[in-house]
């Protein structure tokens, strides 16, 4: 712990601990995840490999406004 606290303050930054509700949202993709075959989880991955590489390539055309 205490090296990630240096590290958290080395970027000006604080660690705050806290305690949340459980979000099982991560745990019910993995369950869903084991039913497909592993081709349907392949072509998962080539189709967001392909949704992240056209995202990144639209990113350059995202106009963002210059601060003042």
């Known amino acids: 712990m205490a090296t990630l606290d240096r590290i958290v303050r080395a970027c000006d930054l604080e660690l705050r601990p806290s305690l949340v509700a459980d979000d099982d949202h991560d745990r019910v993709l993995a369950f869903r995840s084991m039913d ?3 081709a349907q ?13 056209r995202l990144s390539a639209a990113r ?6 210059v601060a003042s």
């Open 36 to 38: 497909l075959t592993p």
């Open 41 to 53: 989880r392949f072509e998962n991955f080539v189709n967001f490999v392909v949704f992240t590489e």
């Open 60 to 65: 350059p055309a995202i106009t963002r406004p």
